[in-house]
């Protein structure tokens, strides 16, 4: 079955950095393009970033762009979310995405918190 597992969460300061990490099973990834989401407390869930399934093509919200890369190594079935000039608006609880057949498919989620 599809599995999503995220981790590289953690407590930052502001202006830090964070790298988190989606590692993917049970289908083919390197078919997919898979994004990553947040959600933070009494908010909507909200796509932060997406990535093409070769890598080739990007997009960002504009509320990270410029401070955030998405990545993905195919050869290792993972993507990657490189978080700089870490901000206290980026708390939230931060998952990653595949449609797979139709389906949406979510990880458990990886907690980020932004504060001093």
């Known amino acids: 079955q599809v599995q999503l597992v995220e981790s590289g969460g953690g407590l930052v300061q502001p202006g830090g950095s964070l790298r988190l990490s989606c590692s993917a099973s049970g289908f083919t990834f390197s078919l997919y393009g898979v994004a990553w989401y947040r959600q933070a407390p009494r908010e909507e869930r909200e796509v932060v970033a997406s990535?093409?399934?070769?890598?080739?093509?990007?997009s960002y919200t504009d509320a990270v762009a410029g401070r955030f890369t998405i990545s993905r190594d195919n050869a290792k079935s993972t993507v990657y979310l490189q978080m700089n000039n870490l901000k206290p608006e980026d708390t939230a609880t931060y998952y990653c995405?595949?449609?797979?057949?139709?389906?949406?498919?979510w990880g458990q989620g990886t907690q980020v918190s932004v504060s001093s």
């Open positions: 995405n595949a449609i797979v057949g139709r389906t949406h498919y």
């Open positions: 990535i093409l399934s070769d890598g080739g093509i990007t």
